[in-house]
């Protein structure tokens, strides 16, 4: 196996895992919602939507 990059996880990261596990809200809870709105604030548009299927990510915002 060729290590390409090595993921940079702290206790930030742990912690907000587990938070989302323990909610027992994994798809479409408040953490998503929260991600949304803020990825569209940074496009600088109204909405964004949070896709992900088979390992790929997916941010479409949408126009103003």
Known sequence: MINIAK???????K??????LESG????GPR???????FAA???VKHAIYHF???RLAHCPFGP
């Open 7 to 13: 993921p940079l996880i702290g206790p930030e990261e």
């Open 15 to 20: 912690q907000a895992v587990l938070e989302v």
């Open 25 to 28: 809200i994994i798809a479409q």
């Open 32 to 38: 998503v919602k929260a991600f949304e709105e803020a």
């Open 42 to 44: 940074m496009c600088g």
């Open 53 to 55: 299927r088979h390992h």
